[in-house]
């Protein structure tokens, strides 16, 4: 029994056939959203399934590469890491399949597989586009995951756990968008940072070097990366939601508060011009991660009675 449970949740819900098709529904959404703010129609609802199929259909150019395991391996470890990550959150409201106390780090880096993958791609070519793509992304980590982790943090503590499933419950009566309103700020755009979506699209500047470090990529390999790109974003809003939002209990509220917050994002992509490598480092990198630690030593002093 425990062994079929175990199939369903990889397979099924929630890191499977779920997580994927929720994956396409907001990765619409967010492109609808952004096409209507810039007055287009934007795509049908379709539109990400008919990406995926042709991709999937497509012919995948082996280029130039120096390891081809890599070349092969490394976007099933982008989307492996993804899925893993669903089992510990949230997803639709209901109770993750796994946790342990300390697993709100192992999601969070498990989250990061994504761009470790997509450095490693790029540098595994020798297109100068992608190696250009992969050290802008490598660099862009140190600028957003730690305020991104941080900003998570803070939650945790008032919570009193490093546990997703203990502080969703604990954010049911503590609205920390409200209470902490910097970390959710910072969380959102830490988020944003790891999705590499505008202003923090550096890393894979079409304008500039075609599609960075996944530019020799393409037919099934692209359409894993795309797809790993979709689940990271489900969830990333999925934890920030619980967590600053009344935490999540129940498909409507998950849905109601998940589109919130791609709401906020889908602003900051619009209103937003895309920053330069250097911007995003020593800006964001200096103020986030000063602003998020004043919040922190505020929370720390409140939990220990000295405000």
Same mark, same amino acid.
């Given at each position: ?59 995948? %150019?082996?280029? =130039? ?7 092969? $391996? @490394?976007? &099933?470890?982008?989307?492996?890491? !993804? /899925? ?124 500039? %070097?075609?599609? =960075? ?7 099934? $390999? @692209?359409? &894993?990366?795309?797809?790993?790109? !979709? /689940? ?76």
């Amino acid at each position: 029994m425990n062994t079929l449970t175990s199939f369903f949740s990889l397979l099924i819900f929630p890191a499977g056939l779920t997580l994927l098709l929720a994956g396409m529904f907001y990765d619409w959404f967010d492109r609808k959203l952004v096409a209507r703010f810039q007055n287009r129609v934007g795509p049908r609802w379709f539109q990400p399934i008919a990406d995926v199929i042709k991709l999937f259909a497509k012919e995948q %150019i082996t280029p =130039g590469i120096k390891n081809p395991a890599l070349f092969f $391996g @490394l976007p &099933i470890v982008a989307l492996s890491g !993804a /899925l893993a990550a669903a089992l510990y959150v949230p997803l639709l409201g209901f109770a993750p399949v796994h946790s342990f106390p300390g697993d709100l780090i192992v999601t969070i880096y498990l989250l990061s597989l994504l761009t470790i993958c997509m450095g490693l791609a790029g540098w595994n070519t020798s297109s100068r586009f992608s190696l250009i793509g992969a050290t802008r992304a490598l660099t862009q980590v140190f600028a957003y995951e730690a305020p991104f982790l941080l900003a998570l943090l803070g939650p945790a503590m008032a919570a009193g756990s490093w546990q997703i499933d203990v502080i969703n419950d604990y954010a049911r009566d503590h609205w920390f968008a409200i209470s902490q309103p910097v970390g959710f700020i910072i969380a959102l755009i830490g988020l944003m940072g790891k999705l590499e979506l505008p202003p923090f699209d550096a890393p894979e500047a079409e304008t500039e %070097i075609v599609a =960075g470090a996944l530019t020799e990529y393409s037919g099934r $390999g @692209l359409a &894993i990366f795309r797809i790993a790109k !979709a /689940l990271e974003l489900v969830v990333g809003i999925t934890l920030v939601s619980a967590f600053y939002l009344g935490g999540l209990q129940g498909v409507v509220p998950f849905f109601v508060k998940t589109l919130a917050v791609l709401f906020l994002m889908t602003i900051f992509q619009v209103l937003l011009t895309r920053l330069r490598i250097d911007q995003t480092v020593g800006l964001w990198w200096r103020f986030g991660t000063i602003l998020v630690l004043a919040q922190l030593l505020i929370t720390i002093l409140w939990k220990g009675g000295l405000l």
